[in-house]
């Protein structure tokens, strides 16, 4: 089994940053593949940046890129999204996510599905003011 508890969301205004945490526990071949997702009100869940754990081999969403950073701690168990730039179309309640890799045709990797994801936190807010 493994458990994940996400913190450090909040409220700031446009151009800020924030870094978020997921603590996680349990066996960590099941969580091989890393990410955070986002979902906000109206709208469907949306992968944001993921990591294959330990390779640091990372994918995110073309709206992220070069303003979010994913990262992990090994030691710590712990993944971080740091977020900066932040712009009102980045709120949103974010999710961490751990999973196992998929097959892409002949390759073996993350996936940025959520579906792929069998385990999933509880959620920290986002908000980001104009």
């Known amino acids: 089994q493994v458990q994940l508890v996400e913190s450090g969301g909040g409220s700031v205004q446009a151009g800020g940053s924030l870094r978020l945490s997921c603590a996680a526990s349990g066996y960590s071949y099941s969580r091989e593949c890393m990410a955070w997702f986002r979902q906000a009100p109206g709208k469907e869940r949306e992968g944001v940046a993921g990591i294959y754990s330990g390779r640091s081999r990372t994918w995110y969403v073309d709206s992220v890129k070069g303003r979010f950073t994913i990262s992990e701690d090994s030691a710590k168990n712990t993944l971080y999204l740091q977020m900066n730039s932040l712009k009102p179309e980045d709120t949103a309640m974010y999710y961490c996510?751990?999973?196992?890799?998929?097959?892409?045709?002949?390759?073996?990797?993350?996936?940025?599905?959520?579906?792929?994801?069998?385990?999933w936190g509880q959620g920290t807010q986002v908000t980001v003011s104009s």
């Open positions: 996510a751990a999973g196992r890799r998929q097959w892409a045709g002949a390759v073996l990797s993350c996936s940025t599905n959520g579906a792929t994801y069998n385990y």
